[in-house]
């Protein structure tokens, strides 16, 4: 059957018309972003070219993902914004020193993604406000990881923005479940309806076809327009007759007809599509140079263009990347070879030197060291950019190329590693089967080991995980000290977490005896590390008292000279050294800094870890709607890569938010969940969280067992400590003065001597203390607590002092602090322990009036923080950057805030926002 015609754009009615709306709004200054998702063939490219067709007066820029063994970092995100670097002095200093760190224009420390995707955001607003932007990204699931981190996030935030942002991505691969686009809004399209196919066919197939034979063509291609097209236009009437339901996918069938067509083109003009599709730039300039390399020229480029499998304009576009994938499927390896030499050749060496090095490497014929050099090279300039998941790949083909079976093993080995940092759990196992099979020695053997525990560990934390690693730490003492610490440190941890689900010799006074006994331990070390690991051990072994000294120096060394690797490896125990001091500001710089350099880097296994605490400590901090978006961020990225985020957090959250029909449904999965997966410490969380929650409730029975039930549940003494306050207080409410009282004898047994403890000491003090000597401790408890960034734990003070006050016969200064915990609470959105206090206040003779915040000026929470910012002198492009928005964005705010509060400039918030509700409350008396 002859070639199919060209169609014109037919069907797609609905869809063109959400087209349509999305460009008339950025016309008029709303931008928004939309997912195209669907099968290969199913016409998602078709809509993104309808869309540019319809841009009138628009710029269109277009990025098109390529399938490709190595990626290079921030490359499609570099494609999308090098026409606008011209304008980079516009951006503040830190977003144009993490682009130009990114884009490799410049050296420093791996940047945020989160910052280069701010100083992306500001880029498109800034074009756009000349003349609206349509961004056009097709096969988005081929995009480099870090790319489509930054432009995930750049889509979040598109608002006040005359830009469109619209990618494609294929649901029939298994790189579409993208975190980054998962949570933008999606159009899925399915096939044609029958009218529509059957008009496309009509108008795209010469001939008749029979109708029999187009009925069923529609049924079995499920209205696939690329399919009708292709397969009608590319199989004989027989063929077509005897259809082919159930003969292979969707995808494979068209890609099989692909290969035949290529397969009828002469021999040169095959070459001249291999060397096509291996260039992942679409850059004509570098494809025509390299066609010259290789003799060819326009006739060859004509031939394929005449089947129209490509064009050629200022782009090079193939008909389908399923062509493209054809084309090179179809080269012989000598082929594909020859055609990425000759692009390695044409490639500017000073320009482009890692795209030169992947065309060298895929030339390859057989091992080179010098080139397998390069490539550890250029990974480790990769990972210095945050692009993580590019650095792993250049190590994987660099131990391809590695002759010497041991340095092969070696080169393996730290590509499995940076893989498993990058959430990459399945290749980072594959790449340490092939490790095992190589390795001669001791120390590589027991490396295999090491990764293959902590893979296992990433993946499902439990009962077997400490005795696998300290199996391996022990394997490695007298080996590598340097590597036998961390590995017991990876034991200490993962023990932690088992508790007293722990196999048989991984609990934790197990694991701390037999570090506190190895080699490893006994050689003098100068690092934090060790002082890390000897600290913890010796809290196990020997008490808090025996551990301070330790534990604060590996922390304060930490804090004052941070070594990135280890806020990739060990950064939990990092910040939780800092929790058992009962430092919470330490505690909170350290996971903060942990969170930024596994993003950073691109590190995603880490940062999902890292998210867990950074919720914990913001939630306990009362940010809950901070706390809120944590989790959010954690659990995408942890159901992309294989990983789980640590509950404690969620937990808390849900406690402090205080919806029982919200908050025991989810502590009792994270309970059951517990103890299925064999983690001590998340089922401790899950009853130590859901006290809180009943505290806060006045259920005050409930909350006691929930209590007793957590204080022995891990083998570590804080948190056990963080515990004992909620029992104390449900006892002392539910008449069990006796268990109260032993418990507070357990709490003061160990507790430090900061603000932190010494005011959640007092505070429970004060509840079983009698008379008037209550007060003074009530007042320590508040002034302690004050000083910390434990906002509930203060406000909660407040509360119960006021309660005390009430009972006393005193209820205008007990209205004072409990007003005062009221707003607290309320301006967290900690509600039931808000209602406990107005319940309170109420008894004290008080009539709660409404929240003014929002219910005076009618402020959306977001606005509320913008105008509060803006008050007190914040600028717009401040603001954005504290708020990851664009400056236009915090502009387009400010105008509705103004509307809403009657005012016209900024000089006028200072009025219309007083200070109520910043935080500002009555001390104790």
């Given at each position: 059957?002859?070639?199919?015609?060209?169609?014109?754009?037919?069907?797609?009615a609905?869809?063109?018309?959400?087209?349509?709306?999305?460009?008339a709004d950025?016309?008029?200054?709303?931008?928004s972003?939309?997912?195209?998702r669907g099968?290969a063939?199913?016409?998602?490219?078709?809509?993104?070219r309808?869309?540019?067709?319809?841009?009138?007066?628009?710029?269109?820029?277009?990025?098109?993902?390529?399938e490709?063994?190595?990626?290079?970092?921030?490359?499609?995100?570099?494609?999308?914004?090098a026409?606008?670097?011209?304008?980079?002095?516009?951006?503040?200093?830190?977003?144009?020193?993490a682009?130009r760190?990114?884009?490799?224009?410049?050296?420093g420390?791996?940047?945020?993604?989160?910052i280069?995707?701010?100083?992306?955001?500001?880029?498109?607003?800034?074009?756009?406000a000349?003349?609206?932007?349509?961004?056009?990204?097709?096969?988005a699931q081929?995009?480099?990881?870090?790319s489509?981190?930054?432009?995930?996030?750049?889509?979040?935030?598109?608002?006040?923005?005359?830009?469109?942002?619209?990618?494609?991505?294929r649901?029939?691969?298994?790189?579409a479940?993208d975190?980054?686009?998962?949570?933008?809004?999606g159009?899925?399209?399915g096939?044609?309806?029958?009218?529509?196919?059957?008009?496309?066919?009509?108008?795209?197939?010469?001939?008749?076809?029979?109708?029999?034979?187009?009925?069923?063509?529609?049924a079995?291609?499920r209205?696939?327009?690329?399919?009708?097209?292709?397969l009608?236009g590319?199989?004989?009437?027989?063929?077509?007759?005897?259809?082919?339901?159930?003969r292979?996918?969707?995808t494979?069938?068209?890609?099989?007809l692909y290969?035949?067509r290529?397969?009828?083109?002469?021999?040169?003009?095959?070459?001249?599509?291999?060397?096509?599709?291996?260039?992942?730039?679409?850059?004509?300039?570098?494809?025509w140079?390299?066609?010259?390399?290789?003799?060819?020229?326009?006739?060859?480029?004509?031939?394929?263009?005449?089947?129209?499998?490509?064009?050629?304009?200022?782009?090079?576009?193939?008909?389908?990347?399923?062509?493209?994938?054809?084309?090179?499927a179809?080269?012989s390896?000598?082929?594909?070879?020859?055609?990425?030499?000759?692009?390695?050749?044409?490639?500017?060496?000073?320009?482009?030197?890692e795209?030169?090095?992947?065309?060298?490497?895929?030339?390859?014929?057989?091992?080179?060291e010098?080139?397998?050099?390069?490539?550890?090279?250029?990974?480790?300039?990769?990972?210095?950019?945050?692009?993580?998941?590019?650095?792993?790949?250049?190590?994987?083909?660099?131990?391809?190329?590695?002759?010497?079976?041991g340095?092969?093993a070696?080169r393996?080995?730290a590509?499995?590693?940076?893989h498993?940092?990058?959430?990459?759990?399945?290749?980072a196992?594959?790449?340490?089967?092939?490790?095992?099979?190589?390795?001669?020695?001791?120390?590589?053997r027991?490396?295999?080991?090491?990764?293959?525990?902590?893979?296992?560990?990433?993946a499902?934390?439990g009962?077997?995980?400490?005795?696998?690693?300290?199996?391996?730490?022990?394997?490695?003492?007298?080996?590598?000290?340097?590597?036998?610490?961390?590995?017991?440190?990876?034991?200490?941890?993962?023990?932690?977490v088992?508790g007293?689900?722990?196999?048989?010799?991984?609990?934790?006074?197990?694991?701390?005896r037999?570090?506190?006994?190895?080699?490893?331990?006994?050689?003098?070390?100068?690092?934090?590390a060790?002082?890390?690991?000897?600290?913890?051990?010796?809290?196990?072994?020997?008490?808090?008292?025996?551990?301070?000294?330790?534990?604060?120096?590996?922390?304060?060394?930490?804090v004052?000279d941070?070594?990135?690797?280890?806020?990739?490896?060990?950064?939990?125990l990092v910040?939780?050294?800092?929790a058992?001091?009962w430092?919470?500001?330490?505690?909170?710089?350290?996971?903060?800094?942990?969170?930024?350099?596994?993003?950073?880097?691109?590190?995603?296994?880490?940062?999902?870890?890292?998210?867990?605490?950074?919720?914990?400590?913001?939630?306990?901090s009362?940010?809950?709607k901070a706390?809120?978006?944590?989790?959010d961020?954690?659990?995408t990225?942890?159901?992309?890569?294989?990983?789980?985020?640590?509950p404690?957090?969620?937990?808390?959250?849900?406690?402090?938010?205080?919806?029982?029909?919200?908050?025991?449904?989810?502590?009792?999965?994270?309970?059951?969940?517990a103890?299925?997966?064999?983690e001590?410490?998340?089922?401790?969380?899950?009853?130590?969280?859901?006290a809180?929650l009943?505290?806060?409730l006045?259920?005050?029975?409930?909350?006691?067992?929930?209590a007793e039930?957590a204080?022995?549940?891990?083998y570590?003494?804080?948190?056990?400590?963080?515990?004992?306050?909620?029992?104390?207080?449900?006892?002392?409410?539910?008449?069990?003065?006796?268990?109260?009282?032993?418990?507070?004898?357990?709490?003061?047994r160990?507790?430090g001597?900061?603000?932190?403890?010494?005011?959640?000491?007092?505070?429970?003090r004060?509840?079983?203390?009698?008379?008037?000597?209550?007060?003074p401790?009530?007042?320590?408890?508040?002034?302690?607590?004050?000083?910390?960034?434990?906002?509930?734990?203060?406000?909660?003070?407040?509360l119960?002092?006021?309660?005390?006050l009430?009972?006393?016969?005193?209820?205008?200064?007990?209205?004072?602090?409990?007003?005062?915990?009221?707003?607290r609470?309320s301006?967290m959105?900690?509600?039931?322990?808000?209602?406990?206090?107005?319940?309170?206040?109420?008894?004290?003779?008080?009539?709660?009036?409404?929240?003014?915040?929002?219910?005076?000026?009618?402020?959306?929470?977001?606005?509320?923080?913008i105008?509060?910012?803006?008050?007190?002198?914040?600028?717009?492009?401040?603001?954005?950057?504290?708020?990851f928005?664009?400056?236009?964005?915090?502009?387009?705010?400010?105008?509705?805030?103004?509307?809403?509060?009657?005012?016209?400039?900024?000089r006028?918030?200072?009025?219309?926002?007083?200070?109520?509700?910043?935080g500002?409350?009555?001390g104790?008396?």
């Amino acid at each position: 059957m002859s070639r199919s015609r060209s169609a014109a754009f037919m069907g797609r009615a609905r869809e063109r018309i959400e087209l349509d709306a999305l460009l008339a709004d950025a016309r008029h200054g709303a931008g928004s972003v939309l997912v195209i998702r669907g099968e290969a063939g199913i016409g998602k490219t078709a809509l993104m070219r309808y869309c540019a067709r319809q841009a009138f007066g628009f710029q269109v820029r277009e990025v098109c993902g390529v399938e490709s063994e190595m990626e290079l970092p921030f490359a499609a995100l570099h494609q999308l914004c090098a026409p606008m670097l011209d304008r980079l002095d516009v951006l503040p200093a830190p977003q144009q020193q993490a682009i130009r760190v990114a884009f490799g224009l410049a050296g420093g420390s791996p940047p945020d993604p989160f910052i280069v995707g701010l100083a992306t955001l500001g880029l498109l607003s800034e074009v756009a406000a000349e003349r609206p932007l349509v961004c056009l990204v097709d096969d988005a699931q081929w995009l480099d990881s870090v790319s489509k981190q930054v432009l995930g996030f750049v889509g979040r935030r598109l608002n006040a923005e005359s830009v469109l942002l619209l990618f494609a991505v294929r649901s029939d691969t298994g790189d579409a479940d993208d975190p980054g686009f998962a949570v933008l809004p999606g159009l899925t399209l399915g096939g044609l309806t029958d009218e529509d196919a059957r008009e496309l066919l009509t108008a795209t197939v010469p001939g008749r076809l029979e109708g029999r034979v187009r009925d069923r063509l529609i049924a079995e291609t499920r209205g696939n327009p690329l399919a009708l097209v292709e397969l009608a236009g590319g199989m004989s009437p027989e063929e077509l007759a005897g259809g082919f339901a159930g003969r292979q996918s969707m995808t494979g069938m068209l890609h099989d007809l692909y290969l035949q067509r290529i397969a009828g083109l002469p021999e040169a003009a095959r070459l001249f599509l291999v060397l096509a599709a291996a260039d992942p730039t679409a850059d004509p300039v570098l494809v025509w140079r390299a066609a010259r390399v290789l003799g060819l020229g326009r006739e060859e480029a004509a031939a394929a263009e005449a089947e129209q499998l490509l064009v050629i304009d200022s782009l090079v576009r193939f008909r389908h990347p399923l062509v493209r994938s054809a084309a090179y499927a179809a080269a012989s390896p000598e082929q594909r070879r020859t055609a990425h030499q000759a692009l390695a050749e044409a490639t500017d060496p000073q320009a482009d030197p890692e795209r030169r090095l992947s065309h060298r490497a895929a030339a390859a014929t057989a091992p080179d060291e010098d080139i397998a050099v390069e490539l550890e090279r250029a990974a480790g300039r990769a990972e210095a950019r945050g692009g993580l998941s590019a650095a792993a790949g250049f190590l994987q083909r660099a131990a391809t190329l590695t002759e010497r079976p041991g340095t092969r093993a070696d080169r393996t080995l730290a590509a499995a590693s940076a893989h498993l940092q990058a959430g990459s759990l399945r290749t980072a196992a594959g790449l340490v089967a092939e490790a095992e099979a190589e390795a001669d020695t001791d120390l590589q053997r027991a490396l295999v080991a090491r990764l293959r525990g902590q893979i296992d560990w990433a993946a499902v934390p439990g009962r077997s995980a400490p005795v696998q690693l300290l199996r391996v730490a022990t394997q490695l003492d007298g080996l590598d000290a340097g590597l036998a610490r961390e590995t017991y440190l990876d034991a200490w941890a993962a023990s932690l977490v088992a508790g007293r689900f722990a196999d048989p010799g991984g609990h934790l006074p197990e694991v701390s005896r037999a570090t506190l006994q190895s080699r490893a331990l006994a050689e003098p070390s100068p690092g934090p590390a060790h002082l890390l690991l000897r600290g913890l051990a010796t809290l196990i072994d020997e008490g808090p008292a025996a551990a301070a000294t330790s534990l604060r120096q590996a922390v304060d060394a930490f804090v004052h000279d941070p070594d990135p690797g280890w806020f990739q490896k060990g950064a939990n125990l990092v910040a939780t050294a800092a929790a058992l001091l009962w430092d919470f500001d330490t505690f909170a710089l350290l996971s903060g800094r942990w969170t930024e350099h596994a993003r950073a880097s691109g590190a995603l296994a880490p940062l999902v870890g890292s998210l867990g605490v950074r919720e914990l400590v913001t939630a306990w901090s009362g940010d809950l709607k901070a706390a809120a978006a944590l989790r959010d961020e954690g659990e995408t990225i942890a159901a992309a890569t294989g990983t789980r985020m640590f509950p404690l957090g969620a937990a808390l959250l849900a406690a402090y938010r205080g919806h029982a029909d919200e908050g025991i449904p989810l502590i009792e999965a994270t309970a059951a969940a517990a103890v299925e997966r064999g983690e001590g410490i998340s089922l401790q969380a899950a009853h130590w969280t859901e006290a809180v929650l009943r505290n806060g409730l006045g259920q005050y029975a409930e909350a006691v067992a929930a209590a007793e039930r957590a204080v022995d549940e891990t083998y570590l003494p804080q948190i056990t400590w963080w515990v004992l306050p909620e029992l104390i207080e449900a006892a002392v409410r539910a008449g069990k003065r006796d268990v109260a009282e032993q418990a507070l004898r357990r709490l003061t047994r160990h507790a430090g001597d900061s603000d932190w403890p010494v005011g959640i000491e007092s505070r429970c003090r004060a509840l079983l203390t009698d008379g008037t000597a209550a007060a003074p401790l009530y007042a320590e408890a508040i002034e302690r607590l004050d000083r910390t960034p434990l906002r509930p734990e203060a406000a909660r003070a407040r509360l119960l002092y006021g309660e005390w006050l009430r009972r006393e016969q005193r209820p205008t200064d007990a209205r004072d602090q409990l007003r005062a915990a009221h707003e607290r609470f309320s301006a967290m959105g900690a509600e039931a322990f808000a209602e406990r206090a107005r319940r309170e206040l109420a008894a004290a003779g008080e009539k709660i009036r409404r929240p003014e915040s929002q219910a005076a000026t009618g402020l959306t929470s977001q606005e509320e923080h913008i105008a509060r910012l803006a008050r007190d002198g914040r600028t717009n492009p401040e603001i954005g950057a504290e708020l990851f928005i664009s400056a236009r964005t915090v502009e387009w705010h400010l105008r509705k805030i103004y509307i809403k509060l009657g005012i016209t400039s900024r000089r006028a918030l200072r009025e219309a926002l007083p200070t109520l509700g910043d935080g500002s409350s009555a001390g104790p008396r």
